[in-house]
């Protein structure tokens, strides 16, 4: 049996160089749980959530999976956005993909992989939607990039879709939604162009985020 010493080492190393900044730091962050922010991102572990944007543990809610999927029968992403929106209080939902995801790769290959494939489907449904936008799968790095951003835009507008949002937004409640893009090649964060904050932005959003793709896409 293979323990994993060095982590718990790394832990408490952690655990202490943290006190020693901030000694009220844990017995605070016990007390409460109070972030403004909903982070929908990719199980990559090359993108951490809360290092990206600069943000302490408790700043920030987060939920992963492969390739920041929303799906509206996955209750695993509902349940979080449901308690991040109702009982935390979010004022912001980010939905955050990342250049180069190998899900979306993954999704567009002949290649078969297995149980993932069920749950790529869905990537591979924001192709078929967008074909002549992205052209003819070629795999080359410009259709990769648009790929990623397209899928980033359809997830955010199924945020936006939810009976959670759609409840949210209908008893006045502050609370916006955005699609983002992380540069695994140089750690920034780019803004798709979609940023809604009511049922009635939702259409016109999601136009100028496509609109954006068309422009890089010429």
């Not at 967008?130 to 410009?142: C, S, T």
Request: glycine share 6%; hydrophobic share 40%.
């Amino acid at each position: 049996m293979k323990k994993l010493s060095p982590l718990f080492d790394k832990n408490q190393i952690w655990s202490e160089r943290i006190r020693n900044e901030s000694p009220d730091f844990f017995p605070t962050l016990a007390a409460q749980q109070a972030p403004e922010y909903l982070w929908i991102g990719c199980s990559d572990s090359r993108v951490p959530a809360n290092e990206i944007v600069d943000l302490l543990p408790g700043e920030l809610f987060v939920h992963r999976n492969v390739s920041n999927l929303v799906v509206h029968t996955d209750m695993n992403c509902l349940s979080v956005l449901q308690y991040a929106v109702q009982v935390l209080k979010v004022k912001h939902v980010m939905v955050v993909g990342h250049y180069g995801c190998g899900g979306v790769k993954a999704a567009l290959d002949t290649r078969s992989n297995g149980l993932i494939d069920n749950w790529l489907g869905h990537i591979r449904d924001v192709y078929y939607k967008h074909r002549q936008l992205v052209g003819e799968w070629q795999a080359n790095e410009a259709q990769f990039d648009r790929m990623c951003e397209l899928n980033v835009i359809e997830q955010a507008e199924n945020v936006c879709n939810t009976t959670v949002m759609r409840e949210a937004w209908a008893r006045g409640q502050d609370v916006t939604v955005h699609g983002w893009i992380y540069g695994l090649q140089n750690g920034l964060i780019t803004d798709l162009n979609f940023c809604v904050s009511g049922d009635d932005d939702v259409d016109a959003e999601y136009e100028c985020a496509l609109e954006r793709v068309r422009r890089l896409a010429e």
